[in-house]
């Protein structure tokens, strides 16, 4: 399994971000996908979640309705809108999934920093 973050870096506050997450080395299609972050010195945090056909997702409280997770089955390839950014989102963003005995797999991350 490889997973393979791209489209972070620096943003004004308001500003807006689209990370993508690029998979292989298991059937993309077939399992749901997250984003998580950790900024520094916090643990990491899910910030995103969408089932394996994209009909399902889910966000936390603190990026409900400024971030949107989507998904390209035959690009295998999953997306991080991010909209209205703040300097809290300031983090490392991780790409995740699960295999089916809940093994996780993460990418390498891919920096975000909010500030002006």
């Known amino acids: 399994v490889q997973l393979v973050e791209s489209g972070g870096g620096l943003v004004q506050p308001g500003g807006s971000l689209r990370l993508s997450c690029a998979a292989s080395?298991?059937?993309?299609?077939?399992?749901?996908m997250s984003w998580y972050r950790q900024a520094p010195g916090k643990e990491r945090q899910l910030v995103a979640l969408?089932?394996?056909?994209?009909?399902?997702?889910k966000y936390p409280d603190p990026v409900n309705g400024r971030f949107t997770i989507s998904r390209d089955n035959a690009k295998n390839t999953v997306y991080l809108q991010m909209n209205s950014l703040k300097p809290e989102d300031t983090a490392v963003y991780y790409c995740n999934t699960k295999n089916a005995w809940g093994t996780p797999y993460w990418g390498k991350g891919t920096l975000v920093t909010v500030s002006s």
């Open positions: 080395g298991f059937t993309f299609s077939r399992y749901s």
């Open positions: 969408i089932t394996s056909g994209g009909g399902v997702t």
